[in-house]
């Protein structure tokens, strides 16, 4: 296994949501507290920055080069990235004060899904919605504090889904044609003090890659729920992560420093950063949301 390189010393308070546009190979990925979306060419390094008017928890790509769409403290949201210039979508009307949207990533059907977090992170007020490619929005799941890191199986069979407060990896049954959910179980939980599971990536093999929020790590689960391989960080809080690449053998990782004290920064001094690892068994293709 190689070793996490630093790609970008990006200070981000935190960064989260990394995607992969694969017409275009490209990353995208958000500053939620510095709200900005960022655009990363593995070839030249950052080529685009959008600030934001709210707090923003994810960005996917969709077929148009230059729109994107993403989901904020507002609901859905469409960004030409020509102008600036911001769309909306659709509302969530229902969610509860405080709240805001987090993770979210697109199906291979082109839905969004994402979900929504409690301010404080202590309510289970959080839901997790999928929008469709026609601008509807339908509720999916409820009784979430912290909706997080989001994937599918290979065969589409599964859906994961992360509420990082209860330390939990759900797995549901997963119908593609229609996007309904089906029984939800564990897929995998950490301990008290073993970190937070964060954002998530699922590569070829059907392993699941979760980032550990204050666990310097990430951690790769077999399909099964156990631990198949952990690599060390060099910051104390990743976020999420996303295969990328020509290849889709690179795994980028975003970070945070949000609310780190002095020693925590002295000793992870580039926490905030976008890292890479390079992964001997390549990720799957992301879809653009609409298909």
Known sequence: MSTPQLIQAANAILGEGPTWDSARELLYWVDVQRPAIFRFDPGRGQTGLWPMPRPVGCVVPTRCAERLVFADVDGFGSLDIRTGAITRLAHVPQEAPGNRFNDGKVDRAGRLWAGTIDGPCVRPTGSLYRLDA??????????????????????????????????????????????????????????????????????????????????????????????????????????SCVFGGPDLKTLYITSACVELGWSDLQNGPLAGGLFSLACATPGLPATPYGG
């Open 134 to 239: 026609d601008g509807r929005v339908h509720p999916m799941e409820s009784g979430l504090i912290c909706s997080n890191g989001l994937g599918w199986s290979p065969d589409n069979s599964r859906m994961y889904l992360t509420d990082s407060l209860v330390r939990t990896i759900w797995v549901y049954d997963f119908d593609l044609k229609s996007g309904s959910l089906g029984t939800r179980r564990v897929f995998a939980k950490l301990s008290d003090d073993d970190g937070l599971p964060d954002g998530l990536a699922v590569d070829r093999e059907g392993c699941i890659w979760s980032a550990i929020w204050d666990g310097w790590r990430l951690i790769r689960f077999a399909p099964d729920g156990s631990i198949d391989t952990e690599v060390r960080m060099p910051v104390q809080r990743p976020t």
